[in-house]
């Protein structure tokens, strides 16, 4: 055994290196938390769009008559037009050979505009009773309804029967409604119509006090004398009598402009203007009717108690009809948050159904993952597993083995001593990067206990793992070097096995088998099974196409020449080992899968160990691809990585997991919001074809499948977090940053070994 060791002196200042990591290491709190800001964003734009489609708080209850003891009889017997003065409340009726035409339930982005067109094109005005959630929706079919001058009053935020709800969702359901027509047209409106009403004799002791309330507030209520019955599509003849009233009598007349298919409705308006003209009747609105009966009151209904909110005095002085007797100029606060109201449901319209596609996609990605890797796995297995399958002459001379190590006290005695079973003849080369926890010391001690005379301790500056492992690669004594983390340890033939390959010329770089060794636990049994089904399946898969993108860097072979040929481990990434695979790839040497040789990693054993070291891989890939990305248009074999590997690498380790919380996001949307059961249904489908592959994993491993029934609760709270991570990484990618070789707190429980499996 030889040492190298550096002249000691004064304690050393921290290292160039040290001190990027610091500064980046502060940097990473503003990035986690903007990355659960977007997550958090989706989240709230996905429950905006369900309360705007009455998926989220919605309420199909509708009250079927409660008796009407405390209702006025001049209330039920009265007009269908109820406002308050004084407190007290008062009707209006239409006069006779007056029609007052409402229509419910819009706007409508298809009937609507038809409506609005025969309205123009008779001359005629109406009132729309508006729904707010679909006038936040179409913000510009309102607009024009109101500039043509037409009339609107609010039809609740979305479409509720108030009688079932509290006084602060009757207050939110008008003041919502306000705003989003103050978004749409700049204006606010003192008409209300309920949802589910029809004439004063309906008026219940349940909907009585909110009808009541609602006229403190200077609401006036407006019922209808006569209803077209157009939502049972009875066809246009019936919807043209049933609207029309009998005799001369005056009505206020119910359509449907939207809540359903309303192609009757659109044909029969122009026969029913047309039919009540040659009657002589002329339409207005409501307030016209309002006016014309209330001459010499207050205007708007004659409301002497508060405005509505947002309501402010106006008239109709410019002629548009924008400010009609019931309107009301939207200012201030109102104008802006119903502006606001109105962006934000733009933004979920759009978000939401791309988000949609984007989950077919990801679902499609996924899906399609994993049946091609089940294919591959497979094709691999029985490939590499033929009698007569071989790499060619047995590969016996002796190769150098690299453990770089930092601080690795707990690990480096285990690491060392399953290196002294090795089958195959080894030098070992432990390059200390700059230790202060006596690494070194340690591994003389363990190699003389050992009685390994192979063993070579070179100590130099930190510097990092990726000059810790080039120092290693300069100082080997022979061709083959085999590359290991000073916290794992080696099967005895986990070096013969590795180096096998390379009696293949063709063949610059092999990748061995990396297992879970403190599974143990939960976080480690998620762990081992990620290992196996994750790392190992896609590792068969990616051999087999000849674009392996990544040699471990727990265990890891290659030439030492292509080593020094593409420049030995870079720094410019902080996935030194994709880094150094992808230049494999590109000086035109293969790089394969070997999985009978097989190692034992100690994995983090903290949520926080592992989100660090997982935040490393993820980003360092990012970066490893974007500085390979002229990989794509590399010719021959050098380019078969950019025109295989690479999309593949994109779009199931960056893209697909980007989007997969999609899943979940929606997954959780639907059992809590829409239907329980398929949901689950659909998520236990999921789980169960990833439990196959995952089995089958397993058994191409040889690994105990007891660590399956870890798999569910796996992909309830462990797959969330990696999401997490590599959208923390995308974050990192998009606003700069960098990290230096992080070290992980270990615990030197993996040993050598005998009988894990």
Not at 29 to 44: C, E, F, M, Q, Y
Not at 46 to 72: H, I, N, T
Not at 713 to 720: P, W
Request: hydrophobic share 40%.
């Amino acid at each position: 055994m030889t040492t190298t060791t550096p002249s000691r002196g004064r304690r050393r200042a921290p290292s160039r290196i040290e001190r990027a990591a610091g500064k980046a290491a502060a940097l990473q709190k503003p990035r986690v938390i903007l990355a659960l800001l977007l997550l958090l964003g989706l989240t709230s734009v996905m429950l905006l769009d369900g309360y705007l489609r009455a998926e989220v708080g919605g309420d199909q209850r509708v009250r079927d008559g409660a008796g009407s003891s405390k209702v006025p009889d001049k209330i039920i017997n009265g007009g269908p037009i109820i406002s308050f003065r004084g407190g007290q409340a008062t009707t209006t009726s239409v006069p006779s050979k007056t029609i007052a035409l409402t229509f419910d339930d819009g706007p409508n982005p298809t009937y609507t505009p038809q409506v609005l067109k025969i309205l123009e094109k008779y001359d005629v005005p109406a009132t729309f009773f508006l729904v707010g959630s679909m006038v936040s929706r179409y913000p510009g079919i309102v607009n024009d309804m109101v500039d043509q001058g037409n009339e609107v009053g609010i039809h609740t935020f979305t479409h509720v029967d108030l009688s079932y709800q509290s006084d602060a969702r009757i207050r939110r359901e008008m003041t919502q409604t306000q705003l989003a027509l103050a978004g749409a047209a700049g204006i606010t409106t003192t008409l209300f119509r309920a949802p589910y009403s029809s004439e004063t004799d309906a008026i219940d002791n349940y909907s009585w006090p909110v009808y009541k309330k609602l006229g403190e507030e200077g609401y006036t209520s407006v019922f209808v004398d006569t209803d077209s019955d157009d939502w049972k599509k009875p066809g246009v003849s019936k919807i043209v009598k049933w609207a029309t009233p009998s005799g001369t009598s005056g009505a206020a007349v119910l359509m449907h402009d939207a809540g359903g298919d309303r192609e009757q409705t659109v044909k029969a308006l122009p026969e029913y203007i047309e039919k009540m003209r040659a009657k002589g009747y002329t339409f207005t609105t409501i307030s016209g009717v309002i006016e014309a009966q209330h001459t010499n009151s207050a205007p708007a209904g004659g409301q002497t108690g508060r405005q509505p909110q947002g309501a402010a005095d106006g008239r109709d002085t410019d002629g548009t009809g924008r400010l009609q007797a019931a309107h009301r100029e939207a200012t201030g606060t109102t104008l802006y948050e119903g502006k606001a109201l109105v962006a934000a449901v733009a933004v979920a319209e759009y978000t939401v159904p791309t988000l949609s596609v984007g989950l077919v996609i990801v679902g499609v990605a996924v899906m399609g993952r994993f049946g091609m890797m089940l294919i591959l796995a497979r094709r691999h297995h029985r490939l590499r597993n033929r009698r007569r399958f071989s790499w060619g002459p047995a590969v016996t001379r002796p190769v150098t083995v690299i453990v770089p190590a930092y601080n690795e006290k707990e690990c480096i005695a285990n690491t060392l001593e399953s290196l002294s079973k090795s089958t195959h003849p080894i030098e070992i080369i432990v390059v200390d990067d700059g230790s202060s926890d006596g690494t070194s010391e340690i591994s003389r001690e363990a190699a003389r206990a050992l009685g390994m005379t192979n063993v070579r301790v070179i100590r130099q500056e930190n510097a990092g793992k990726p000059a810790a492992l080039n120092n290693g690669v300069r100082n080997a004594s022979y061709d083959i070097v085999v590359m290991m983390d000073g916290d794992t340890v080696f099967e005895p033939d986990a070096v013969h096995q590795l180096v096998q390959p390379f009696a293949d010329p063709e063949v610059g770089a092999v990748a061995g088998n990396a297992k879970v060794g403190n599974r143990d636990t939960v976080i480690g049994a998620w762990q081992h099974i990620e290992y196996v089904m994750g790392f190992n399946l896609d590792r068969r898969m990616y051999d087999l196409l000849r674009c392996m993108p990544t040699i471990p860097g727990a265990i890891g072979a290659f030439r030492r020449e292509a080593v020094l040929q593409v420049g030995g481990m870079s720094e410019d990434t902080l996935a030194e080992d994709t880094d150094i695979t992808i230049a494999m790839h590109r000086a035109g040497r293969r790089v394969v899968y070997q999985e009978h040789a097989r190692a034992w990693t100690e994995a983090p054993g903290s949520l926080k160990q592992l989100w660090s070291q997982r935040y490393r891989w993820s980003y360092g890939t990012m970066q490893a691809l974007w500085k390979h990305r002229r990989s794509l248009t590399d010719k021959g074999p050098s380019g078969r990585f950019g025109r295989v590997g690479m999309p593949l690498v994109v779009i199931f380790q960056i893209v697909t997991p980007v989007f997969a919380p999609l899943i979940d996001v929606f997954t959780a949307y639907s059992m809590i919001f829409i239907d329980f059961r398929a949901a689950l249904y659909a998520w236990l489908a999921v789980l169960g074809i990833q439990l196959v592959c995952a089995a089958y994993a397993f058994k191409l491993d040889k690994e105990k499948y007891r660590y399956l029934l870890m798999m569910p609760l796996q992909q309830l709270a462990y797959r969330q977090m990696m999401y997490l991570v590599l959208i923390h990484s995308c974050v990192t990618a998009l606003t700069g940053g960098r990290l230096r070789w992080q070290k992980l707190k270990r615990t030197g429980e993996v040993g050598t070994p005998a009988g894990v499996g």
